[in-house]
């Protein structure tokens, strides 16, 4: 049985920042459960393009207002407390967050801990056991 609580993630290896949001990891790869579940603020006013060629995800917004860019069809959906959306076909895309803006993400392969974004707006795609092996 795993036990985590979001207020330990905040000081830890388990949290990650950058310059549009905070992603506290609650499971990453190495917990074994085939998938991986962040709490994800983003700060109000930002405007992060995104590309997850590597991985699905699903979120569910849990607080605040935003809105999803499509840019495939640049198709606008906003998004509120108790809207989910699932990036099922890598779905490129622009999340806006109007205000402080807080998503429960799932990703699939998980991720092992440590990624932002890169150029692309995509998570590298790294197996646990190439983390385990890195140290």
């Known amino acids: ?17 950058d310059t549009n949001w ?3 990891r609650l499971l990453l790869a190495q917990d074994g459960m085939g998938f991986s579940m ?6 109000a006013g930002t405007e992060t393009q995104m590309w997850y060629k590597n991985h699905v995800e699903a979120v569910y ?3 605040g207002e935003g809105e999803i ?9 906003p ?7 699932a990036l099922d076909k890598h779905d490129r895309h622009i999340l806006k967050a109007k205000t402080r803006f807080r998503m429960i993400c799932v990703f699939n392969p998980p991720l092992v801990g440590p990624e932002t ?3 692309e707006g995509a998570y590298p795609l790294i197996r646990a056991e190439e983390a385990g092996a890195r140290g």
């Open 117 to 119: 974004h890169d150029d």
């Open 69 to 77: 860019v499509d840019l495939e069809n640049d198709t606008v959906h």
């Open 79 to 85: 998004i509120t407390p108790g809207t989910l959306y």
């Open 38 to 43: 962040h709490d994800t603020i983003l700060h």
């Open 1 to 17: 049985m795993i036990i985590r609580r979001l207020e330990e993630l905040n000081s830890n290896e388990r949290s990650v920042s």
């Open 61 to 63: 917004c849990v607080e």
């Open 22 to 24: 905070t992603s506290r």
